[in-house]
């Protein structure tokens, strides 16, 4: 079945092709897809393929249940965008001001369609049931994963396979670990509040902006002195305002940043270090603060056995041309907790566009549209592999 399944991939790719440009010329923001998900919906609609629509939000989730026993397994793609400016001169640029889809997701769900289109002509020869998990809000916390999972509607699943166009590698090329390819991602945000006053007169004051440097300064050495070098973390402030006017201190100032994790002990022994050092630089500078700290997405641990699946699909899938057993990247990703309820895989399918080099979240960015054929082949191919699990 699979051959027949790879051609008919490769006849259907102009589809493809338009759906994805369709969507990103049509992007829409984290929980706000509604357009998008009536699309999709809509299409499922048209192929007679079984879907539920609004599942944990703007979700959309299709069944299609093949003529021979196997087992239930679920195959995801995400279609919200960010909100980013699209500067590529590309006739498929993003329509809506101020958003567009940066990360790939519109291919994502291009994939997914056409494949369940596919699907449905080879119904006769299919194991088990699809299950085409189509998700809205990734890119936003607490993102679209969650309240999928608490809808139900995918308890009966057996396993569950996702991927991302990665356009930092070539096209042909798969990336996957056998254990965390993701980090957890967390955000924080300090308030300091000191005793603003003249600047000329800066001992009357307790100045929130030297506040927040000690914190930012400091809080650096938490990584470099405090977790062990056999661990992985990130501490990174992003955002840093104080201040109205060049003779005044600041009476207020607020720090932003983001941690990354690999392991739940090290996340935790962040925040105490965090807390421990805000407190202390406030107490000695005597200001008060509040610490508002927010666990995101835990990390993207894959199931050893199904990572098997795709660490060995080489020669089974046409296009690829590696397949590389990777170290984790710090990026965070709401697949996770698909995999902290069911056995599955996350994995990078190449999609590195020749002439177009912008990094992922970037106003510039795309990726070859090649690599699609790719994604839908493997996900399929990792489907009927680990129906012999």
């Known amino acids: 079945m699979l051959t027949e399944v790879f ?3 490769d006849e259907l790719f102009d589809e493809t092709v338009e759906i994805r440009r369709y969507l990103h010329m049509h992007p829409e923001l984290s929980f706000k897809e ?6 999709i919906a809509n299409y499922y609609e048209k192929l007679g393929i ?3 629509a609004n599942v944990g939000g703007n979700g959309v989730i299709a069944r ?3 003529n021979i026993e196997g087992k239930t397994i679920a195959l995801r793609a995400d279609f919200d965008a960010l909100p980013i400016q699209d500067e590529k001169d590309v006739p498929y640029k993003s329509t809506v001001e101020g958003v567009m889809h940066a990360c790939g997701h519109d291919g994502h769900t291009a994939t997914l369609l056409t494949l369940a289109k596919v699907l449905l002509e080879h119904k006769d020869k299919l194991r088990g049931t699809v299950v085409f998990v189509h998700q809205h809000a990734e890119e936003l916390a607490p993102g679209g994963a969650k309240p999928i999972i608490e809808s139900g509607e995918l308890d009966d699943i057996d396993a569950i396979f996702g991927t991302h166009l990665w356009a930092t590698e070539p096209v042909g090329v798969l990336q996957v670990s056998k254990d965390a390819l993701m980090a957890g991602a967390d955000r924080f945000e300090i308030h300091i509040q000191g005793q603003g006053g003249h600047g000329a007169a800066p001992h009357e004051t307790k100045d929130s ?7 930012v300064t400091q809080i650096q050495q938490i990584v470099s002195r405090r977790i062990s070098p056999l661990d992985t973390a990130v501490v990174t402030v992003g955002t840093f305002h104080a201040g109205s006017a060049f003779n005044v201190i600041a009476d207020t100032a607020v720090i932003t940043g983001t941690v990354r994790y690999l392991d739940e002990k090290v996340q935790q022994k962040v925040i105490e270090e965090l807390e421990a050092i805000i407190n202390g630089v406030c107490q000695s500078f005597h200001a008060t603060y509040d610490l508002k700290y927010e666990k995101g997405y835990p990390p993207v641990i894959n199931h050893a056995d199904a990572a098997e699946v795709i660490l060995n699909m080489k020669d089974t899938v046409p296009g690829i041309d590696a397949i590389d057993e990777v170290k984790p990247v710090m990026g965070g990703e709401d697949f996770a907790y698909y995999l902290h309820e069911k056995p599955g895989a996350y994995f990078f399918t190449g999609a590195n566009k020749p002439g177009n080099d912008y990094p992922h979240h970037h106003p510039k960015f795309d990726f070859d549209e090649e690599a699609m054929k790719i994604a839908a082949k493997s996900l399929i191919a990792a489907y009927e592999i680990y129906q012999d699990k």
């Not at 509604?34 to 699309?39: I, P």
């Not at 902006?209 to 914190?215: D, S, W």
Request: hydrophobic share 35%.
């Open 209 to 215: 902006i030297m506040v927040g440097t000690q914190i």
């Open 64 to 66: 299609l249940k093949g």
């Open 7 to 9: 051609n008919q991939i």
């Open 34 to 39: 509604y357009e998008t998900a009536k699309y």
């Open 50 to 52: 079984p879907y539920v």
